[in-house]
């Protein structure tokens, strides 16, 4: 039987608006992967090591409080250093464009901002996860 | 830890996926403790981790934490909430805590958790801790792989029949009422006493507030004066006996079914299935027929 996709989803820094990752982490629940949610005020260290610990296929990362560029690419960073391979990452939340172009030269794959749907979320990760 | 952080951490992936631990991982098991925390949705059961966690830390002890939450049974996947709780300790290289699902497996655990159990023992984690999924009355797995269990609950939960009922209640240790803040301050701290005896184990009643703390001391106290109660009357060795006998039949059952399965898959097994569904033939009948095949293809 082929194991579910398992997904980690947090919120990096102090961004305490967690109710679109929340949203997020039941949408992927009910498609049926498994979804590790590690909630508010995660730092970027943290979320790695959770990621590592967990062994998860892929990082969602969330920000409505303007803090993306710095907490992202911290991420970004962080899993390079440690040489963790094979997971992918995406984000959402409230990103101006100019910083979507930025956030996917660092490697984030996809940004998903307001009003996208569960499904084309679910859709992505379907077509991009590598199972290993 | 002996081995690397990700190395382990594909071990467990694996481990989860249903293959087995290598033989000479097994070899070297048996040093660490082996706490289980259950109880039903809720009662901070995770929280309680967290402090517990800090406190072990505080000692010197490594800490591996499996944390169960349940698989969907519409549709397959898991919100996986324990680990929130105790993410402070994501960076402690000390702490390692892995979250799981229990993948239809009913119970209170998952099919893996024994063998993840085994490889934390393996790579030197001195204590190992497994939240079990929320229970009801009925998951006790956890007392088959558990040296030492605390039963979580909080106030206000049920009288004294509830306390009397067979199950949950009766495989617990050491009882946990946490959230004991709810009954005001200071409550944890009057209420609860560790136990000092080591030749009869008499089930202490800890109160214990994850919110503020109150509590964890006299509970990890708790779990030592148990182990001490373990190792000096020889219910250790009873208890580790009794958990590997568990242990080998749950594989056995789970290699049968798969047989049974399989069996079942067949063209002449499927039409006995339709009999019975046409009343044709009872399930006993069907059942007598189906496990000369089912036997034969064991061999």
Redesign the interface.
């Known amino acids: 039987m082929k194991?579910?996709i398992k997904v980690l989803i947090a919120k990096a820094g102090l961004d305490g608006h967690e109710r679109g990752a929340l949203v997020v982490?039941?949408g992927?629940?009910?498609?049926?992967?498994?979804?590790?949610?590690?909630?508010i005020r995660?730092?970027p260290?943290?979320i790695v090591?959770?990621a590592?610990?967990?062994?998860v296929d892929a990082i969602g990362l969330s920000s409505l409080s303007g803090g993306h560029m710095a907490q992202f690419s911290r991420v970004m960073e962080l899993l390079k250093k440690e040489?963790?391979k094979g997971v992918l990452v995406f984000a959402g939340g409230i990103i101006p464009d100019d910083d979507v172009k930025k956030l996917k030269k660092l490697g984030i794959k996809e940004v998903f901002g307001p009003g996208s749907s569960i499904a084309s979320i679910v859709e992505f990760l379907r077509k991009n996860v590598r199972l290993? | 830890m002996t081995m690397q952080?990700?190395e382990f951490?594909?071990l467990?992936?694996r481990l989860?996926?249903g293959e087995a631990l290598p033989s000479e991982l097994y070899a070297r098991t048996g040093k660490a403790r082996i706490v289980g925390i259950t109880g039903p949705p809720g009662v901070g059961k995770s929280s309680l981790i967290d402090r517990l966690i800090d406190e072990l830390r505080k000692q010197g002890k490594t800490v591996g934490v499996i944390a169960i939450d349940p698989?969907?049974p519409?549709?397959?996947?898991?919100?996986?909430?324990d680990?929130?709780r105790m993410?402070?300790h994501?960076?402690d290289e000390g702490v390692?805590?892995?979250?799981l699902?229990t993948r239809h497996h009913h119970g209170g655990l998952t099919d893996s958790t024994a063998q993840i159990v085994h490889a934390l023992d393996a790579t030197g984690f001195d204590i190992v801790i497994v939240e079990t999924v929320g229970t009801g009355q009925d998951e006790v797995e956890v007392a088959e792989v558990a040296d030492t269990v605390a039963v979580v609950l909080m106030p206000e939960l049920g009288d004294e029949i509830q306390r009397a009922k067979s199950g949950l209640m009766e495989i617990a240790d050491i009882l946990v009422i946490n959230k004991a803040d709810l009954l005001g301050e200071g409550k944890a701290r009057q209420e609860s006493r560790p136990p000092n005896k080591s030749e009869k184990w008499e089930r202490p009643t800890i109160h214990t507030s994850a919110k503020t703390g109150d509590g964890v001391t006299i509970l990890c106290e708790a779990v030592d004066a148990h182990h001490a109660y373990l190792v000096a009357s020889g219910e250790l060795v009873r208890r580790r006996e009794r958990a590997a006998r568990a242990e080998v039949i749950r594989l056995l059952q789970s290699r049968m079914t798969a047989s049974i399965l399989r069996t079942l898959e067949a063209p002449r097994a499927q039409t006995i299935l339709t009999e019975v569904a046409q009343r044709k033939l009872d399930p006993f009948d069907a059942v007598q027929r189906l496990s000369e095949e089912i036997l034969g293809s064991n061999k």
């Open positions: 194991r579910p982490a039941m992927l629940r009910d498609a049926g992967m498994e979804v590790v949610y590690t909630g995660n730092t260290e943290q090591a959770a590592v610990q967990e062994d040489k963790v290993k | 952080g990700k951490t594909k467990v992936t989860e996926g698989t969907s519409i549709s397959g996947g898991a919100l996986l909430g680990r929130l993410q402070r994501s960076e390692f805590i892995r979250s699902a």
